[in-house]
Antibody
């Protein structure tokens, strides 16, 4: 069965960096586009970034463009999110999610359980 | 303010049919497909409907989706207490060049 396990969350000061990882299993990771989605406490879902199956195309929400970088290592079945210049409003649970297609336009069909990023001084 | 607009709350009694709307624009819902997700508080979202009206295996046929123009709807028939959750719609937005979510609808089973 599809499993997505996020790690790397924690408490970080404003302006600092953090890298999230997502270990995928139960499917052919290299054949699917992947997303990061976040949810601030008590708020709705906010799409963050998308990466095509082969890493050739990346999309970002305006709120993170220029600060966050999505990447993947298909040899390790792992998705990453490098978050730089973190701000208080980046505080959220970050979900790793699989798209139903290899180019990211089908939408998310599986979600991880999320990892909490707390930006606080 | 979310790009896709949903009512913040909805309610119904067991056995009733409830509909949740999702309003967008020509840059998202009109030209692209809509997915729906269910999120029980404290857990990850779960896919309920994809490509406007398709149900993944394991999703009861009490859940159905539809799309017309710049709006989409999720209908839940035979409402059960376990349906109490937050529901989100999502679609690709051509102008934003990314995915957008609705603000979510909290469903209460009375």
């Amino acid at each position: 069965q599809v499993q997505l396990v996020e790690s790397g969350g924690g408490v970080v000061q404003p302006g600092r960096s953090l890298r999230l990882s997502c270990a995928a299993s139960g499917f052919s990771f290299r054949d699917y586009a992947m997303h990061w989605v976040r949810q601030a406490p008590g708020k709705g879902l906010e799409w963050v970034a998308l990466l095509w199956y082969d890493g050739s195309n990346k999309k970002y929400a305006d709120s993170v463009k220029g600060r966050f970088t999505i990447s993947r290592d298909n040899s390790k079945n792992t998705l990453y999110l490098q978050m730089n210049r973190l701000r208080a409003d980046d505080r959220a649970v970050y979900y790793c999610a699989r798209d139903g297609a290899n180019w990211g336009f089908r939408g998310i069909d599986y979600w991880g359980h999320g990892t909490l990023v707390n930006v606080s001084s | 303010q979310s790009v896709l607009t949903q009512p913040p709350s909805a309610s119904g009694t067991p056995g009733q049919r409830v509909t949740i709307s999702c309003s967008g624009s020509i840059s998202n819902i009109r030209g692209n497909t809509v997915n729906w997700y269910q999120q029980i508080p404290g857990t990850a979202p779960r896919l309920l409907i994809y490509i406007n009206n398709q149900r993944p295996s394991g999703v009861p046929d009490r859940f159905s989706g539809s799309k017309s123009g710049t709006s989409a709807s999720l209908a839940i028939s035979g409402l059960q207490s376990e349906d109490e959750a937050d529901y989100f719609c999502a679609s690709w937005d051509d102008n934003l060049d990314g995915w957008v979510f609705g603000g979510g609808t909290k469903l209460t089973v009375l």
